[in-house]
């Protein structure tokens, strides 16, 4: 499949620059933010998910009616919603999208934010949890006869799904960098969620996603997604000074995102997560790693979910995208510190020249390979079509 652009959307203009704490969601904001993804190519966008925030269900409705291919992921945690009443909300959502509607499974990372809405579960039963969940999906998504479920965590009698998705499925996406999220992502879901690393890290999550695959039996492996937060300018040097007042203003309103955000406020004791435990291990190698990996953005913010910044002009920061779906990575995911101009920008600038790239590689790969060979005791270089290569 193509490579495809993600974002991620938010009810109003705060931001991580500028934070508004209190904002209520702005019908007005949201309609452009999204139709702005619509117009500049992005295929989807994710609702996030906290404990005390906007509900990414309601939003992403409200997206679907006012766009026309976004497609939108739900960010669910399995303790909030029973998977029967998942089955019938997505499968409805995806009725009146159009066949538009991903869900993405987050197990939950921190005992702290899972407590707050009454989960109690150690992060080795949210994982338990969270396997079991994606299978009676499947099932109430593949079967409309009647079925009874007796698991660990749950237990129903004489079930049935009358509303079916538009294609017979909804994508699944699970994230995360522990063995468990490898191992039920790799074996049950379409899509695998990363965070940005430098690409021998990325390699190397990306062999373990698709050896768990391998071990399950699958024919096919999850698409590899990445997440990254660029900061680009017309130049280098504009792109760094830019990247240098967006670190600035982070590390000067962080009592102000703690009031937007309390949920993920975490001060600076370690995240439980392993996903950003790796990413401020990480941020010890150095500021700059790979091409235009920027990692003080990562410890400003103590590694609060997705953080690990690009930093350069577009065409250094295409470059960089395009090192990613060299390794394999289909989806990428972009958005920024400034959420609408950003869009605005990534869309004008970034994804034409990596859509570019793309098309030249696909361009090379025709051409075939050149191969050395014998022929009647002769050595001879002829060309041999990539695909049997």
């Known amino acids: 499949m193509p490579t495809e652009f993600i974002s991620l959307t938010f009810p109003n203009d705060s931001n991580e ?34 404990a005390g925030g906007f509900d990414p269900w309601t939003q992403g409705a409200y997206i679907a009616a006012v766009t026309k291919n976004l497609k939108i992921i739900i960010a669910l945690r399995p303790n909030t919603v029973y998977p029967t009443v998942a089955a019938k909300a997505l499968a409805t959502l995806d009725q009146l999208s159009n066949g538009r509607a991903v869900v993405h499974f987050i197990a939950g990372g921190s005992d702290v934010e899972q407590a707050r809405e009454g989960d109690f579960l150690t992060k080795e039963e949210r994982y338990g949890r969270l396997e079991e969940y994606i299978k009676i999906l499947r099932r109430a998504w593949s079967n409309s006869e009647a079925f009874d ?13 009358r509303v079916r998705p538009v294609n017979g499925h909804i994508p ?46 699958r024919a096919d492996r999850p698409r590899i997604w990445v997440t990254f937060r660029p900061i680009v300018a017309e130049t280098e040097e504009l792109a760094w000074a830019k990247a240098h007042r967006t670190l600035d203003a982070l590390n000067g309103n962080k009592t102000a995102f ?34 235009a990996l920027w990692y003080p953005t990562v410890t400003a913010t103590n590694a609060r979910g997705a953080s690990t910044a690009l930093v350069g002009s577009p065409q250094t920061l295409a470059d960089a995208i395009l ?44 051409e075939g390979t050149a191969v050395k060979t014998e022929v009647n005791g002769d050595s001879k270089t002829i060309v041999v079509p990539s695909e049997s290569a």
Do not use: C, H
């Not at 479920?149 to 799904?161: A, H, L, M, T």
């Not at 690409?199 to 062999?207: M, P, S, V």
């Not at 920024?336 to 790239?357: C, F, S, T």
């Open 17 to 50: 620059l500028a934070p508004k704490p209190g904002t209520p969601a702005d019908p007005a904001f949201l309609t452009r933010y999204a139709r702005t993804l619509d117009d500049y190519g992005f295929k989807y966008t994710l609702l996030p998910y906290d």
């Open 149 to 161: 479920w007796e698991g660990k965590y749950f237990q129903f009698k004489n079930y049935s799904n």
């Open 172 to 217: 699944i996406s699970v994230g995360g960098s522990s063995p468990e999220a490898y191992r039920i992502g790799g074996s049950l879901a379409d899509i695998f969620g990363l965070w940005g690393e430098p690409l021998k890290d990325t390699k190397e999550q990306i062999d373990k996603i698709y050896a768990e695959a391998e071990k399950a039996g």
């Open 258 to 291: 703690q009031k937007t955000f309390p949920n993920f406020a975490q001060g600076n004791s370690e995240p439980q997560n392993v996903g950003s435990q790796r990413l401020l291990e990480i941020a010890k190698r150095g500021d700059v790693q790979d091409r």
């Open 323 to 366: 090192d990613y779906v060299d390794l394999g990575a289909e989806l990428i995911s972009i958005r920024g510190y400034d959420n609408y101009n950003d869009v605005v920008d990534y869309g004008r600038y970034i994804l034409p020249l990596v859509y570019k790239g793309i098309a030249e590689r696909e361009e090379k790969d025709k």
